[in-house]
C-alpha cells in the first residue's frame, strides 16, 4: 500500500535554531501534501496544503514565514520551522494525497 | 464551516465488549467520511472509508456507518481487545480532493 515516510520521528532543538521535517512518498506521488500539527489530546490541524510546483497554501492564524513548506518534487515536501520556540513545541504529521490520504508516522518536536 | 464532534471522548471497557463510536458533522454535503486509528506519539492508520452515497463499510470486526442527512456516523467495534487500545478519530471530506475536517478523537482503552 501506499507509504509516506516522514523524519525524523522525534527532534529537540534549542530555542532560536531551525528545524526541517521531510515527508517522502515511497510509492506513490503525491500531488497534494497537507501539513498538520497535533497538541496533546487534541486533534489535528491543518497548517498548510501544499501541491507540487506551487506556493502552499496556510490556514488563517498559521505563519508563512516561521512554517516554511516547499514541495518541489511529487515525492517530497518539507515543512521547516524557523527561529523555533518553546510554543512550537508540538507533534507534525503531513499526509499525502494520491489514492486517498496517507499519514506520515508523525514528527514530534521539542524546543528548549 | 464543517465541525467534526465524536463523542465520548474517552472510553474505557474490559476485554470482550462490543463498542460503539460517534462522530457527527454539521455539513451533511460530504464527500466522504473516514475513521482512522492514533496509537499515543504515532501517525494515523485508515481504518474505513465511506463513500458519501454508501450506508456502511465493514473490516473484520469494524462496522462503520453513514447517515448523511442526520449528519452521523458510528464505528462499531465487535469483541474488543486490548490491541484495540488506541485514539480514533474521524475525519470528513467535503468534495474530492479537498482538506479533511477531523474530529477531536476517542480515546479507547480496552482492559484485560
Given at each position: 500500500g501506499a507509504v509516506v515516510s516522514q523524519?525524523?520521528?522525534w527532534v529537540i532543538c534549542k530555542s532560536g535554531t531551525s528545524v526541517k521535517i521531510e515527508c517522502r512518498s515511497l510509492d506513490f506521488q503525491a500531488t497534494t501534501m497537507f501539513?498538520?500539527?497535533?497538541?496533546p489530546k487534541q486533534s489535528l490541524m491543518l497548517m498548510a496544503t501544499s501541491n507540487e510546483g506551487s506556493k502552499a497554501t496556510y490556514e488563517q492564524g498559521v505563519e508563512k514565514d516561521k512554517f516554511l513548506i516547499n514541495h518541489a518534487s511529487?515525492?517530497?515536501?518539507?515543512?521547516?520551522?524557523?527561529s523555533?520556540?518553546?510554543?512550537?513545541?508540538?507533534?507534525?504529521?503531513?499526509?499525502?494525497?494520491?489514492?486517498?490520504?496517507?499519514f506520515g508516522s508523525g514528527t514530534r518536536l521539542t524546543v528548549v | 464551516k464543517q465541525e467534526v464532534t465524536q463523542i465520548?471522548?474517552?472510553?474505557?471497557?474490559?476485554?470482550?465488549?462490543?463498542?460503539?463510536?460517534?462522530?457527527?458533522?454539521?455539513?451533511?454535503?460530504?464527500?466522504?467520511?473516514?475513521?482512522?486509528?492514533?496509537?499515543?506519539?504515532?501517525?494515523?492508520?485508515?481504518?474505513?472509508l465511506i463513500q458519501s452515497s454508501q450506508r456502511e463499510q465493514t473490516s473484520?470486526?469494524?462496522?462503520a456507518s453513514l447517515d448523511k442527512?442526520?449528519?452521523?456516523?458510528?464505528?462499531?467495534?465487535?469483541?474488543?481487545?486490548?490491541?484495540?487500545?488506541?485514539?480514533y478519530l474521524c475525519a470528513v471530506e467535503e468534495t474530492s480532493g479537498s482538506r479533511l475536517?477531523?474530529?477531536?478523537?476517542?480515546?479507547?482503552?480496552?482492559n484485560p
Open positions: 523524519h525524523p520521528s501539513w498538520y500539527r497535533q497538541f511529487l515525492t517530497l515536501s518539507t515543512l521547516t520551522v524557523t523555533a520556540h518553546p510554543e512550537d513545541s508540538s507533534f507534525y504529521i503531513c499526509s499525502g494525497q494520491g489514492y486517498g490520504y496517507t | 465520548p471522548a474517552a472510553l474505557s471497557v474490559p476485554e470482550g465488549e462490543n463498542l460503539v463510536l460517534n462522530c457527527s458533522f454539521t455539513d451533511s454535503a460530504i464527500y466522504n467520511l473516514q475513521w482512522f486509528r492514533q496509537d499515543p506519539g504515532k501517525g494515523l492508520t485508515s481504518l474505513l473484520g470486526r469494524l462496522n442527512s442526520s449528519g452521523r456516523s458510528t464505528l462499531y467495534i465487535a469483541a474488543s481487545q486490548p490491541g484495540d487500545s488506541a485514539t475536517t477531523f474530529g477531536e478523537g476517542t480515546q479507547l482503552t480496552v
